[in-house]
């Protein structure tokens, strides 16, 4: 990336379209970022800018989109926290190079992992996005720099039912990459294979 593809700027807050879909995290609520609104206020502003692109002829001509001109990529608590403050305007690093759905997620993806501590289903969820663009375990471990057993572990847990998502996420301990049990028989890769998984899963429950 060069440096032409970005520009800091200090844009206005009712520019930029937010969409609580396309944020990893899902949906962030003033309550969840009221500690870091007070930190901002303390320090009159931000340390890390919020990442945005530009919204392109096609999108402005959505109604949706008509009001914005701007689309967030990275920084919905950032970008809250200064709601909650009634401030007008934030610090922004404008991306000319995310053009692409996947390219802005990728990179929305990447700093909430670097940020957050997720519990490894909440990680699962994460990529599940990426997962229905049909991005490979490779390939998403190649973007987010992470190992394709990683990868591999949470795309396994996408498809096994919830009930049992939220068991196996039981099954971790605090390294989140140790399993009570082996990897091959927490995550089946079959349909028989999982169907398989379930049913003793289920039977090891009701001894």
Not at 15 to 26: T, V
Not at 90 to 100: N, P
């Amino acid at each position: 990336m060069s440096e032409q593809d970005k520009t800091l700027e200090s844009i206005t807050i009712s520019e930029i379209y937010a969409s609580e879909k396309f944020n990893s995290r899902g949906k962030i609520r003033p309550i969840d970022v009221s500690e870091l609104a007070a930190d901002i206020e303390k320090r009159g502003g931000l340390i890390q800018p919020v990442v945005v692109r530009l919204l392109n002829e096609n999108e402005k001509a959505d109604p949706d989109f008509a009001a914005f001109k701007y689309f967030l990529v990275a920084g919905f608590r950032r970008r809250m926290a200064h709601v909650v403050l009634q401030w007008d305007r934030i610090d922004a690093i404008v991306r000319g190079d995310l053009r692409s759905a996947e390219d802005c997620y990728i990179f929305n993806l990447s700093e909430n992992l670097q940020r957050a501590n997720l519990s490894v289903l909440q990680e699962a969820k994460a990529l599940k996005k990426l997962k229905d663009l049909g991005i490979t375990e490779t390939g998403a471990a190649e973007q987010l720099n992470k190992s394709r057993g990683w990868v591999q572990i949470r795309y396994m847990l996408l498809d096994l039912p919830e009930d049992i998502q939220e068991e196996v996420e039981a099954g971790y301990d605090d390294e989140k990459e140790e399993m009570t049990e082996s990897v091959n028989f927490m995550f089946p890769e079959t349909d028989a294979e999982k169907a398989d998984w379930a049913k003793s899963y289920e039977e090891m429950k009701d001894k």
